[in-house]
């Protein structure tokens, strides 16, 4: 089968651990090229290694390569400002685009949850590594019973969140918690991140709080382990750190929370999971960057398969 070729576009710990992990892991994409805007950058030194084409001239670099004309799929890991402009660029010169900043151009896109509903769209957003790692659980508790609050707190090692992270914050909250209500289901949603500086640094960490009505929490249990074997399908360091948990909230004693609106009674399921990395580029804890990659080769993926790229290339 004839590999398609894809670009990332961002050099930073994102970009290059997407890198690795295509030309290691697909049999789909092929790299083509490599942009970024640093050219002492650690990314851009490693794929000239490699052998793959680089700029440090960002989009308008990229687009002067010889190889630009036979890239189908454009991974976006620069920052959100950025991506606004790279998109409008990259569409009209026809690419796929697969968006890894908080930008929301395209619609969320979560591969446990909701990848066959895009597969026409021309910009999908992968959220943010927070929200792939806990939005397919709030699915999992949704579709068991109605998910009236949701809130999430992503804790991730200070040393494996760069630049483009770091500038990203607010967008992160505000993504994530918008995705937890329009992919997850929840009626109204909460997203918390936090950088852990604690040496040796801890793996990614992730906390999912579901409040909804009276339901079987067996079935609800039963859904969440269904979907952490979904997810591992394409992030295999994914798992949950204990059992799930439940708790009545009898309506004698009611839950007061502000984001509600109101007062509460009812399940409270919390959800407690890990995510190591494969340590494609940075160590095992960086399970951040190793599930964000993870989900957006595997949509670049379904999305050449459902096309037959392939077959035309």
Same mark, same amino acid.
Request: overall charge negative; some cysteine.
């Given at each position: 089968?004839?590999?398609?070729?894809?670009?990332?576009?961002?050099?930073?710990?994102?970009?290059?651990?997407?890198?690795?992990?295509?030309?290691?892991?697909?049999?789909?994409?092929?790299?083509?090229?490599?942009?970024?805007?640093?050219?002492?950058?650690?990314?851009?030194?490693?794929?000239?290694?490699?052998?793959?084409?680089?700029?440090?001239?960002?989009?308008?670099?990229?687009?002067?390569?010889?190889?630009?004309?036979e890239?189908r799929?454009?991974?976006?890991?620069?920052?959100?400002?950025?991506?606004?402009?790279?998109?409008?660029?990259?569409?009209?010169?026809?690419?796929?685009?697969?968006?890894?900043?908080?930008?929301?151009?395209?619609?969320?896109?979560?591969?446990?949850?909701?990848?066959?509903s895009?597969?026409?769209?021309?910009?999908?957003?992968?959220?943010?590594?927070?929200?792939?790692?806990?939005?397919?659980?709030?699915?999992?508790?949704?579709?068991?019973?109605?998910?009236?609050?949701?809130?999430?707190?992503?804790?991730?090692?200070?040393?494996?969140?760069?630049?483009?992270?770091r500038?990203?914050?607010?967008e992160?909250?505000?993504?994530?918690? *918008?995705?937890?209500?329009?992919?997850?289901?929840?009626?109204?949603?909460?997203?918390i991140?936090?950088?852990?500086?604690?040496?040796?640094?801890?793996?990614?960490?992730?906390?999912?709080?579901?409040?909804?009505?009276?339901?079987?929490?067996?079935?609800?249990?039963?859904?969440?382990? *269904?979907m952490?074997?979904?997810?591992?399908?394409?992030?295999?360091?994914?798992?949950?750190? *204990?059992?799930? *948990?439940?708790?009545?909230?009898?309506?004698?004693?009611?839950?007061?929370?502000?984001?509600?609106?109101?007062?509460?009674?009812?399940?409270?399921?919390?959800?407690?999971?890990?995510?190591?990395?494969?340590?494609?580029?940075l160590?095992?804890?960086?399970?951040?960057?190793?599930?964000?990659?993870?989900?957006?080769?595997?949509?670049?993926?379904?999305l050449?398969?459902?096309?037959?790229?392939?077959?035309?290339?």
């Open positions: 089968m004839t590999k398609i070729k894809c670009a990332i576009i961002g050099s930073g710990n994102i970009g290059t651990d997407l890198m690795i992990k295509i030309m290691r892991n697909s049999d789909i994409l092929e790299m083509g090229a490599f942009v970024g805007i640093d050219a002492a950058s650690d990314g851009l030194a490693r794929a000239l290694r490699l052998g793959v084409a680089t700029t440090h001239e960002g989009l308008e670099g990229l687009r002067q390569l010889a190889v630009y004309p890239i799929v454009v991974f976006d890991a620069t920052s959100a400002g950025a991506h606004r402009a790279h998109n409008e660029a990259l569409r009209a010169d026809g690419k796929q685009v697969i968006d890894l900043t908080p930008a929301a151009i395209g619609p969320f896109t979560i591969p446990a949850v909701n990848l066959d895009h597969l026409e769209a021309g910009n999908v957003n992968m959220v943010t590594c927070g929200g792939q790692a806990t939005i397919p659980i709030v699915a999992a508790v949704n579709r068991v019973s109605p998910v009236r609050y949701a809130e999430i707190v992503a804790s991730i090692s200070s040393k494996s969140a760069g630049p483009g992270t500038a990203n914050i607010d992160f909250t505000h993504t994530t918690a *918008q995705a937890i209500e329009q992919v997850g289901g929840a009626k109204r949603g909460k997203a991140i936090i950088l852990n500086p604690a040496e040796p640094p801890m793996i990614m960490r992730d906390t999912v709080f579901c409040f909804c009505e009276t339901a079987d929490v067996e079935a609800i249990r039963a859904s969440v382990e *269904q952490v074997r979904d997810v591992q399908a394409y992030v295999p360091g994914y798992r949950l750190k *204990q059992h799930v *948990q439940f708790e009545h909230i009898g309506s004698n004693a009611p839950l007061l929370i502000p984001e509600m609106g109101g007062s509460f009674a009812g399940i409270k399921v919390s959800v407690f999971l890990e995510v190591e990395g494969a340590a494609h580029y160590p095992a804890y960086a399970g951040n960057l190793d599930i964000m990659t993870s989900a957006a080769m595997r949509t670049a993926e379904r050449v398969e459902i096309r037959n790229w392939w077959r035309a290339a």
